[in-house]
């Protein structure tokens, strides 16, 4: 239950910043979704769930509607945004050393050739499985995918993303049976939205597992 926990404990303290802080929460919302979305350091940040919450909250008339869906619409775009850049940018230079186990410039080749095989899908689709909606727009970066077909499709994901989780949460967020198990429904949240992530970690490792013995 520490999960359950948890959860509870970060909704309360939520709720605790937008009832008293008013306007001011506004800001600190906008700059946790930028965040999540714009540095390829803090993939850890909520994302799904929190857009649920957030429309929760304005069901509830805590937060006004119209001003949440646009100023996180803004902030998802415009992190995907910064996100490129540093991809386009620095990219290149983080990938420069052939020994790095990571980020070498075989991981390189491989992120240009994604952005070429799938390119717009990539960046609308992983808008929704969390980590990856962090990394995408940074490999498209990296891949040199052209500005403006990756803002086109960056503004398309941003819009459907926000106004999916924020407007479920706006609708759904006031009825007696999701206010009882809120804090379920925001781990159910999480969890379905970590499948991808956990299917292709554990392709990975299989796969990792197979080679050898295919090599025999």
């Not at 994302?47 to 646009?70: K, R, V, Y």
């Not at 620095?90 to 390119?119: M, S, V």
């Not at 809120?182 to 969890?191: F, K, P, S």
């Amino acid at each position: 239950m520490d999960w359950y926990a948890t959860l509870a404990a970060w909704e309360d303290l939520l709720r605790s910043v937008v009832k008293e802080h008013g306007f001011w929460a506004y800001p600190l919302l906008f700059g946790i979704v930028f965040c999540e979305t714009g540095l390829v350091v803090t993939p850890f940040l909520p994302g799904d769930s929190l857009l649920f919450l957030l429309g929760a909250f304005a069901g509830q008339g805590w937060l006004h509607l119209p001003t949440l869906l646009l100023g996180l619409i803004l902030a998802a775009v415009l992190g995907d945004s910064m996100n490129y850049w540093i991809g386009l940018r620095a990219g290149p230079a983080i990938f420069h050393d052939p020994h790095a186990r990571w980020l070498n410039r075989r991981q390189l080749i491989r992120a240009r050739a994604l952005c070429r095989r799938y390119g717009a899908r990539a960046i609308v689709i992983a808008r929704f499985i969390p980590v990856l909606r962090t990394f995408a727009p940074f490999v498209a970066g990296v891949g040199t995918m052209s500005y403006p077909r990756f803002f086109f499709w960056n503004a398309a994901g941003g819009i459907s993303w926000v106004a999916l989780f924020l407007l479920a949460g706006f609708f759904l967020g006031g009825a007696p049976a999701v206010q009882r198990h809120l804090h379920l429904l925001l781990l159910l949240i999480i969890v379905v939205s970590l499948l991808p992530v956990g299917r292709e970690i554990l392709a990975a490792r299989m796969s990792g597992k197979a080679r050898p013995t295919a090599g025999k």
